[in-house]
């Protein structure tokens, strides 16, 4: 289970380095930047789809599962990709699982479309419309509108939980399953280190009940997976569960090792549900919430399953506008919200750019937005009346677009990420924000992040120490020890703006401070008090 030791660095390919100059960054570029991962010192990549794909959702809808997508590059750059970066860095590829629907172009849909007889008809949901002609039901696309998209030609409606350009599988067929599997063999046989599974927790969907995740036949599914694929192999899968409470996570990384090694869960970007309010609106951070959060699926998956910890992907806001500070104390508060969550127990991801501190975007013009939830969000919102501003006010705090500008490596007009016009705009701050200038300062949030992941590797305590959470009711701090019989390391994190005293209980934290998240390293135990976004890791041997 190297995996537990492990830090993951996700790649999203079309924004990470143009080295071919068609504006769209492609494999040639990420082998190309593999120096720079490994002195960061990451161990897996997680790389978000390159297989052949129309891009209406950028290669979320895959029309061909055996074939990268030229504008990313060839199968003989694919297999250099993962030769070099294991041979030369150390580092493992994970892949992109996408298997709760394909592309439209997919020839399986294609098939479907055909023929009602065709055999890959069954491959996809099919239902007759309601009597009134309409869907079948109410089932909603997580990209908004129906879920239900009307076939003319069999005058059937097919179900996508995403765009109507990616239709889901079904998986009650026994033949699509054994095809998702044989495709997976063929992957992990070229040499992957493991799958990230896109959306996996829908493929038990019920549509006729209404139901999208956590069907009834879903972990048997992900169990004949595992023995048809992932059984005998020593690899990374990590699953995105939207819908997974604890006993739903304990159950996909049990230490069995019949289902997967981990799965993402969402409650923690995702607190705003709890209040009935959308993702769309400005709700403040509930720090005294996000602690439970925290501490409730830490304790619960504790000798019972594993954690994954992150705090960005492609598909959220940038971290640091979204708790922390885009503006002046930027440093400070990437550091420490980096910090918070590298010295839980779990495996960390780190999404491109997170470790530069880059930020939302700040666009007042719809047409700069490329993503298709942006756009169907825009103009569901705008049929509904809302006004202009007021919808680029909100799509400018949820937007993914936010995650997904072109990496900042340089300070030069075209940031380094490639010479033409990139297929979507900067972030506008790479002057600032940038590798280069990250990595010649030794405080930067670069340089933090390189110390978190190196003190993962030399402190077992990080990986395996028990997790205690520390004055859970305090509005601001959010704390906690790790500690085995040898080692006991405290975090102790201002998640606020504002200075705060030092409580009580804190001012005799034992052991030296090996991070802080000011260049300036005061201790808070003299100082007694946490200035903003003060953050420290203290580390006693017993
Ligand atoms: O995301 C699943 C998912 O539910 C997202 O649509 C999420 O609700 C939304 O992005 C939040 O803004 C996965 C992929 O990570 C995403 O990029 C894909 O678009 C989606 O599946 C469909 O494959």
């Known amino acids: 289970m190297w995996w537990k030791r492990a830090v993951v660095y996700q790649i999203y390919p079309r924004s990470f380095r143009d080295a071919d100059g068609d504006g769209n960054g492609d494999l040639t570029g990420i082998i190309e930047k593999l120096p720079y991962l490994h002195r960061l010192g990451v161990d897996v990549i997680w790389l978000s789809p390159v297989y052949r794909s129309p891009m209406v959702d950028n290669g979320y809808d895959i029309a061909d599962y055996y074939d990268i997508d030229p504008m990313f ?20 590829i994970v892949m992109d699982l996408v298997v709760n629907h394909t592309s439209d172009q997919h020839r399986w849909f294609q098939a479907a479309l055909t023929s009602a007889d065709a055999p890959e008809r069954a491959y996809y949901v099919w239902r007759d419309s309601a009597a009134d002609g309409g869907p079948p039901n109410d089932l909603q696309s997580f990209f908004g509108g129906p879920a239900w998209t009307l076939d003319r030609t069999s005058g059937q409606y097919f179900l996508h939980f995403f765009a109507a350009q990616q239709p889901d599988l079904n998986w009650h067929n026994p033949d699509l399953r054994h095809e998702i599997y044989r495709m997976m063999n063929w992957w992990l046989d070229r040499g992957l280190a493991g799958f990230r599974m896109d959306v996996i927790d829908l493929i038990g969907k019920e549509p006729d009940r209404g139901i999208g995740a956590n069907g009834p036949e879903l972990h048997q599914y992900i169990r004949e997976m595992n023995q048809a694929t992932l059984a005998g192999r020593d690899v990374l899968t990590v699953g995105e569960t939207w819908h997974a409470d604890l006993a739903e996570a304990r159950q996909y990384s049990n230490p069995d090792g019949s289902e997967l090694s981990m799965v993402f869960q969402f409650d923690h970007v995702k607190l705003e549900d709890a209040t009935g ?83 939302n975007v700040d666009w007042s013009d719809i047409e700069r937005y490329r993503d298709v939830e942006v756009r169907n969000y825009y103009r569901i919102a705008r049929d509904r009346g809302m006004s202009y501003p007021e919808a680029l006010s909100r799509i400018a705090w949820f937007a993914r677009d936010n995650a997904r500008t072109p990496m900042q490596w340089t300070a030069a007009p075209d940031a380094g990420f490639g010479s033409t016009e990139p297929w979507i705009d900067f972030a506008g701050n790479h002057d600032l924000i940038n590798a280069v200038a990250a990595e010649d300062a030794p405080d930067s949030i670069w340089h933090h992040y390189r110390a978190l992941i190196e003190l993962r ?16 009711d305090h509005p601001d701090i959010f704390a906690y020890r790790r500690h085995d019989s040898a080692t006991e390391l405290t975090v102790i994190s201002n998640f606020h703006a504002k200075q705060i005293t030092l409580p009580e209980p804190y001012l005799s934290v034992p052991g030296a401070l090996l991070l802080h998240s000011y260049a300036d390293a005061q201790d808070p135990r003299v100082t007694r008090t946490l200035r903003p976004y003060e953050s420290v890791v203290a580390l006693a041997r017993r």
Request: hydrophobic share 35%.
């Open 73 to 92: 590059g060839s199968m003989q750059q694919m297999d250099e990709l993962i030769a070099r970066a294991k041979s030369e860095f150390g580092i493992g």
């Open 457 to 472: 590797k030399t402190e077992a305590v990080i990986t395996e120490g028990k997790v205690e959470f520390l004055t859970i």
């Open 277 to 359: 309010r959308g993702k769309d609106e400005r709700v403040p951070l509930d720090l005294v919430q996000l602690k439970r959060t925290v501490a409730h699926n830490q304790t619960g998956l504790y000798g019972r399953g594993w954690n994954s910890l992150f705090l960005s992907n492609h598909d959220l806001p940038r971290i640091v506008s979204r708790w922390g500070d885009s503006g002046t104390l930027r440093q400070e508060s990437a550091k420490m919200l980096a910090t918070t969550f590298h010295c839980l127990q779990g495996t960390p991801y780190i999404y491109q750019g997170e470790e530069l501190g880059m930020t």
